[in-house]
Every structure is written in C-alpha cells, then in structure tokens.
C-alpha cells in the first residue's frame, strides 16, 4: 500500500557531506512526524531526528549543529542533510514516516535502509 524509499547513502570521508533523501508513495492520505534513525553495526536503531508536518524538528545530541531534516510536503519527501560527518555516524539509516492511509488507518511505515559509510 504504501512504500518508502531511501536514496542517498554512500561512502564518504570524515568530515564530508551527504544528503539522505526518502520518498513515500502509495495510498496516502497524508503524513505526521517523518524522521530519520540509524543503527549501526552491534547496537540498537536510535534516533536521528525527526520533523512534523508543520515543520517542526527534533534532533539527537549526536547530530545536533551538524545535521538538518527537511520536508517536502508536495513530494511526500524527507531530507537528512548531513555535514562534518564523523566515523561513528557510519550506520544504516532508516526512514519512517507516520502516515494516515486513504482507507482511514494510521500506519508506522520503515523504509528499507540506505548505508552511511564515514572513513578514510
């Protein structure tokens, strides 16, 4: 019914940038909270950051200052803005979107996961 697709993740150097991007599709009828979480090798998903429908964003301390989520309503897309990236924001990064379908339901929806590597 309804899928959500990463793009955007890549091998980079410490201190490098890489824009995360995630689409949903599908029998929408509209989206609350998109955000971003990563899970990296041995350790539990965490949150990145997360952004309501209104604009409104929320970070963890980790990515405070370096990283910035975005939203394009239109699209029924969120962005993830990632500078000065270190090693260890090398994870897997997941997006989820917390989305009404047409049919009336609230559905948690995870996208698949985009590899974030950060090493020289």
């Known amino acids: 019914q309804v899928q959500l697709v990463e793009s955007g993740g890549d091998l980079v150097q410490p201190g490098g940038s890489l824009r995360l991007s995630c689409a949903a599709s599908?029998?929408?009828?509209?989206?609350?909270?998109m955000g971003w979480y990563r899970q990296a090798p041995g350790a539990e998903r965490e949150l990145v950051a997360f952004?309501?429908?209104?604009?409104?964003?929320n970070y963890a301390d980790s990515g405070k200052g370096r990283f910035t989520i975005s939203r394009d309503n239109a699209k029924n897309t969120v962005y993830l803005q990632m500078n000065s990236l270190k090693p260890e924001d090398t994870a897997i990064y997941y997006c989820n979107a917390k989305i009404i379908l047409r049919t009336g339901a609230f559905v948690d929806y995870w996208g698949r996961g985009t590899q974030v590597t950060v090493s020289s």
């Open positions: 599908g029998s929408i009828f509209s989206i609350n909270n």
């Open positions: 952004i309501s429908s209104g604009g409104s964003t």
